[in-house]
């Protein structure tokens, strides 16, 4: 009976220990541009949205956990890439039931096209998340976003701290 409960109990942990699956998927919004577009190239579908120097982006969609237990989505991790013209800064903290969906909403800063040539653009694709299982697993899960979200550094006319020097050339 002890040997029993004892690999009950190992196969508990084998559940908990694995990385929890999560997707996500639209529908999808966005907040804080004037323009945006969707279109595909090949099999990527590529959210173009308009640069605004110092503002906010915010992007919707739905966060889906593919497991059969419930997940509780802390923010982001401190580990994330580094798109040039992107800080990801918040992502909506959730509790998502197991085989559910919850909608969340990504925070992104839009800065620094004083220091990238006109013109020139930047992608985001995936985000890492800090999730927490049974009140105490955590984990950092890389989640592909439903699509590529890209804005291209404007003219100097539109990056108002931009000098003379501070855009390479291109």
Known sequence: MATAALVAAGAGVAVASGS????????????????TGVFRIGDRTVRQVRYDDRGTLRYTFELHNDGRLPLQVVGLASDQADPRLFDLTALTPVTVAGGEAEVVTLSLAMNGCEALSSRSGSFVGEVVVTTRRAGMIEDDVVVALPEEIHTGSPREA?????TATSRPQG
């Open 158 to 162: 539109f990056c108002p701290r931009s």
């Open 20 to 35: 929890p699956p999560l997707t996500a998927t639209g529908p999808t919004a966005v907040d804080g541009t004037d323009g």
